[in-house]
């Protein structure tokens, strides 16, 4: 019990899942904020899970407890039996209330006892809430006080512990609280943030949790107190937050408004039955205007739950299909303070880069923000460093690497120079060996759907003399296959790239698919444009790049299970490149550099060993099955090999 597992990823976020007393966590997860009084909690708590698919709550110990029938009740009953709920029960602590009336009433050992008593799966530990306008002082004060209380709370207590994570807006205390809760939380619970969410403050929100994230263990569960907008999930999940909780649900439906995901809606002026959902299909929101007050703020608070639970669901499914930022970016839309926040939140990318994918599936433009995704980010700075020492790069037309074009592309002067060009493509200049790889290579904006746009522009050669016209296929073949391993590895790259490949292409769409060496298929090139390796590919990288560069070690009594195709869990990782992403191709070895097999890396190399459960690397290739699943071919928009790979796929 206790260990975070990581089953898929997109970035930060994750799918995981978290053991408790009374059944998993599964993460990304809600949790509704449910009053410990069953006469003040419109929606009754079994019907969450049956109704909403809800499978765990968080509610107020510290209101349980101040509250005379219900602690007694508590005491006798458990949270479990109060609540009439017998999932995951997390209780809060009263810090909140702290801030909401000025002080509370309660010690930390007592209330932490009380938690304990009543048998919450997880307890908080009473911080201190740390107002967003509090001064450095003020702030370290609280940071320390929460961390001594954690501290003690951990010497008591072997279940699983929330602890808060303050710090106001002061970044280094933000980062500092992230270090100490990691030493003592299971569940590091970003808190003191509410203010900012109803003053829609999301720069403020992503500034500190920017500043928080190096220091949050990756293997403890993320929350973030009083997330309860479903525009934000998106948002916040993009930062790691793996629990949202609250009870705006119930707060906007008192006040008479819906939550959506494309924003807050008032019933008042609803004359149009625009939702199909469910409990609109019982009774459309028209009718529900007319319903007696208290009915209708049930209906309400019903109808935010489920457009809540049903957005975690989707931002669920984005994280497995890689389009996070995208779906992000379209909620953003909600509310000017969120495309304000993703705005601050592409600023601090390097946060986000150690886990950024190496490629996803698909680029799709959605706002102002796309072309500055950490994917983007990193694209171009790794270009830049590419380019060093090359050029002058001509600008080219779009998208070129097809062998009708490189058949008459010049690729060297008369003088026997080489001749370099780049794409000027909207993320900005590609130089053309590179153009297939993400995010460029799949990249779908406006400019791809422009009328004006023309086909491929000749490249000005006006300033160089060329020798005669000749088949050039067959040179930007080696140029392209050279430039790939360079990108992936640098210098050593360079060598193996200049080794004697022979190259088979798409016969309809023209592009490279696999590199074949010594009459051994080696690499297959993936949809993202990179060569992946085939186990005699791994063993040609093996005996090029020296160690560390493209392996992970995996400990003594792993290596049987990993030879044999097995995933390599992360706790038996003993070290490796640490230039590695998820998503990267990895040579798994043995303490002497032996193969054992080709993998995808699951978790960040800096996760790797810190994370006590879950694979840390997918085996995709071994000696008895050397050749790993080749990813199908994009299905062309037209026919013959110079149709352009399809760019369409997905849903509108
Ligand atoms: N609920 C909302 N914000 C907070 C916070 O900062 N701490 C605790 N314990 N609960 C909260
Ligand atoms: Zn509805």
């Not at 200049?429 to 000749?458: D, I, K, N, Q, W």
């Not at 994370?611 to 000696?623: K, T, W």
Request: with cysteine; aromatic share 6%.
């Amino acid at each position: 019990m206790g260990d975070f597992e990581l089953l898929e990823r997109d970035g930060l976020a994750r799918i995981g899942r978290l053991s408790t007393p009374h059944g998993r966590l599964e993460t990304p997860v809600l949790l509704p904020v449910v009053h410990p009084d069953p006469a003040r909690q419109p929606v009754p708590a079994p019907e969450l899970r049956r109704k909403f698919g809800l499978s765990a709550v968080i509610t107020s110990s510290y209101i349980t407890w101040r509250t005379p029938g219900l602690r007694e009740r508590a005491e006798a009953e458990g949270i479990h039996g109060l609540l009439g709920f017998d999932g995951p029960v997390m209780t809060d602590s009263g810090a909140f209330q702290q801030h909401a009336y000025g002080h509370v009433e309660v010690g930390p050992e007592e209330i932490l006892g009380f938690q304990r008593r009543i048998g919450s799966d997880i307890a908080t530990v009473l911080d201190v809430f740390v107002e967003p306008s509090a001064d450095h002082a003020a702030a370290e004060a609280g940071v320390a006080t929460t961390t001594e209380r954690a501290r003690a709370a951990r010497e008591v207590t072997r279940g699983l512990l929330a602890v808060p994570v303050q710090g106001g807006l002061h970044g280094d205390l933000r980062y500092r609280s992230a270090v100490e809760a990691s030493e003592t939380g299971d569940v590091l619970a970003v808190g003191g943030v509410v203010p900012l969410l109803e003053q829609y403050r999301f720069p403020a929100l992503a500034q500190l949790l920017i500043a928080a994230r190096p220091g949050l263990a990756p293997d403890k569960l993320v929350h973030l107190f009083g997330t309860g907008h479903p525009a934000a999930f998106a948002f916040a999940a993009l930062f790691g937050v793996d629990v949202f909780d609250s009870s705006s649900y119930h707060k906007f439906a008192r006040r008479g408004n819906l939550m959506f995901p494309e924003g807050t809606v008032s019933l008042d002026g609803i004359r149009e039955p625009f939702c199909g959902c469910r409990l609109c299909g019982e009774l459309p929101l028209t009718e529900v205007a007319r319903l007696p007050a208290e009915e209708k703020e049930r209906r309400l608070a019903e109808h935010n739950l489920l457009v809540c639970a049903t957005e975690v669901a989707r931002v669920r499914q984005a994280i497995r299909d890689g389009t996070l930022w995208e779906l992000a970016e379209r909620r953003a839309t909600a509310h000017p303070g969120l495309l304000a926040g993703l705005r601050a939140a592409v600023r601090g990318a390097r946060v986000f880069l150690p886990t950024e994918p190496e490629s996803r599936r698909n680029f799709r433009v959605i706002g102002a923000t796309s072309g500055l995704r950490p994917s983007v980010i990193r694209f171009l700075s790794h270009v830049a460093r590419w380019k060093e020492g090359k050029g002058p790069f001509r600008p080219l037309g779009w998208r070129p690497l097809v062998p009708s074009i490189l058949r008459a592309l010049p690729s060297e002067d008369a003088g026997g120079a080489m001749l370099y060009y780049e794409v000027p493509t909207p993320l900005g200049g590609v130089p053309l060996e590179l153009t297939e790889l993400y995010p460029s290579g799949c990249y779908l904006g406006m400019e791809e759907f422009s009328e004006e746009r023309t086909g491929v522009a000749a490249p000005d050669l006006s300033d160089v003399s060329l020798p005669e016209a000749r088949d050039q296929l067959e040179v930007w073949t080696r140029r392209h296959v050279r430039a790939l391993f360079e990108w992936q590895h640098g210098a050593e790259g360079v060598t193996l790239g200049q080794r004697p490949f022979e190259v088979e292409r798409s016969r309809r769409t023209g592009r490279v698919r696999a590199l074949f060496h010594g009459g051994r298929r080696t690499f297959i090139l993936d949809f993202d444009g990179l060569p992946r390796p085939t186990f005699a590919g791994a063993e040609l990288l093996r005996s090029s790049l020296a160690p560390p560069r493209a392996r992970i070690r995996v400990a003594a009594d792993a290596t049987e299970f990993v030879a044999a195709g097995r995933s390599l869990f992360s706790k038996f990782v003993e070290g490796g490149d640490s230039s590695l992403v998820p998503g990267s191709s990895a040579l798994l070895v043995d303490g002497a550099d032996r193969l054992l097999a080709v993998g995808r890396l699951v978790l960040a190399p800096v996760e790797m060993g810190r994370m006590a459960r879950g694979v840390a690397v997918r085996v995709v290739a071994h000696a008895k099955a050397p050749e790993p699943m080749p990813e199908p071919e994009p299905t062309p928009l037209g026919e013959g090999e110079d149709a352009p790979p399809d760019r369409s796929t997905g849903q509108l």
